[in-house]
């Protein structure tokens, strides 16, 4: 059985009045980007949501741009607005996460910050104030039944860009700081949401391999930072980072590592490609890991298209896609047994009967 998977940052996908240029015109240029990926089960990011009249916040441009696309029929998760109006419905007006699935999602769950105990801030630029640092988006997990019967868990997120969060009186305009310091205690407390929505995920991930160790789990998204830095490495716990052979079996492996590496990026900055949207596989996934695929042959660069583009309709960032071959599951006994059987001591042909 083949699974492909994508990740694909959607970028402000909206349908408000007033919207230059128009979702129709966007909808021209992302469709067929979403029919090249081919994709069983798709994780997408910045999905809007909109009303219509007096009806619950929906997901009306997401539906536009789906339709008439095999995605139409696919089952589909997606996070919601907080409080009362989320247990009612409604999706967020704006970042709403989506899992898109060919087959039958199981369960559907969002966190964000039950996990991890929002750590309490002191602010500098603001003495006597006390708040916790809180990260503005959930993560989003689904279990997606597989014709095989067995279950694949997919956490879809979207980490906090490395932008500096405001502070109270403390700048002059959107992107202008009134000093350093102030700017420096944005940038710092980015930096802990950042961390600790990764924290989170790496629990939550942990937190299945407890109930399965060969659980068949992906996690997906923008994580607004490159392999090395600390959201990724705190998702792929390797053995160089945890020092413990021992704990190997529960890494994660990034899968962009098998792409060639001047293929290695999902958007370009200032004229810096850098991969910013990550899909990162358990070992239960790895031996069927076949091909890896960034699709980003027409990425601008979004330093300057955001001063240079009128009516910018494409994303900054480049799907990504990864395709597995799924064997039928079986623990670590029955794989050294059939090892032998297939193989036999001379390498060539199984055991004598």
């Known amino acids: 059985m083949r699974l492909r998977v994508a990740t694909f940052n959607l970028e402000n996908l909206d349908d408000r009045p007033g919207l230059d240029p128009p979702l129709a015109v966007r909808i021209d240029v992302l469709r067929p980007q979403l029919l090249r990926l081919a994709a069983d089960v798709l994780c997408l990011q910045e999905v809007h949501g909109q009303k219509r009249g007096r009806g619950a916040r929906a997901l009306l441009a997401l539906e536009a741009l789906l339709a008439g696309t095999p995605y139409a029929g696919f089952a589909r998760a997606s996070t919601r607005s907080q409080g009362r109006r989320g247990a009612a419905g409604w999706v967020a007006d704006i970042h709403n996460l989506v899992v898109l699935s060919r087959w039958p999602i199981l369960h559907q769950d969002e966190i964000r910050g039950r996990l991890v105990v929002p750590p309490t801030h002191h602010p500098v630029a603001t003495p006597g104030v006390t708040q916790p640092i809180l990260w503005e988006r959930p993560l989003l997990h689904v279990t997606i039944g597989l014709p095989d019967g067995s279950r694949l868990e997919v956490i879809n997120l979207h980490l906090r860009a490395p932008l500096a969060t405001a502070l109270p009186g403390q700048k002059e305009a959107a992107f202008s700081w009134r000093t350093v310091p102030a700017w420096a205690e944005g940038?710092?407390?980015?930096?802990?949401?950042?961390?600790?929505?990764?924290?989170?995920?790496?629990?939550?991930?942990?937190?299945?391999?407890?109930?399965?160790?060969?659980?068949?789990?992906?996690?997906?998204?923008?994580?607004?930072?490159?392999d090395r830095e600390m959201p990724v490495r705190l998702l792929a716990a390797e053995t160089t980072d945890t020092g413990n052979g021992a704990l190997a079996a529960r890494s994660l492996m990034p899968v962009a590592r098998s792409l060639p590496q001047d293929q290695r990026f999902t958007v370009v900055h200032a004229g810096r490609r850098v991969?910013?949207?990550?899909?990162?596989?358990?070992?239960?996934?790895?031996?069927?890991?076949?091909?890896?695929?960034?699709?980003?042959?027409?990425?601008?660069?979004?330093?300057?298209?955001?001063?240079?583009?009128?009516?910018?309709?494409?994303?900054?960032?480049?799907?990504?896609?990864?395709?597995?071959?799924?064997?039928?599951?079986?623990?670590?006994?029955?794989?050294?047994?059939?090892?032998?059987?297939?193989?036999?001591?001379?390498?060539?042909?199984g055991r004598e009967s």
Not at 210 to 220: C, G, M, Q
């Open 275 to 349: 991969m910013l949207d990550h899909i990162l596989i358990s070992r239960a996934l790895l031996g069927g890991l076949r091909a890896v695929e960034a699709h980003n042959e027409l990425l601008a660069d979004e330093a300057h298209a955001v001063a240079g583009i009128l009516h910018p309709t494409e994303s900054s960032h480049a799907p990504l896609v990864v395709e597995l071959a799924l064997a039928p599951p079986f623990g670590p006994a029955d794989r050294v047994i059939r090892c032998a059987d297939e193989i036999g001591a001379d390498g060539v042909g």
């Open 187 to 226: 940038f710092f407390l980015s930096t802990v949401k950042r961390a600790g929505q990764a924290l989170e995920a790496r629990l939550l991930v942990d937190r299945l391999l407890d109930d399965d160790p060969h659980a068949r789990i992906i996690v997906a998204g923008d994580l607004n930072a490159e």
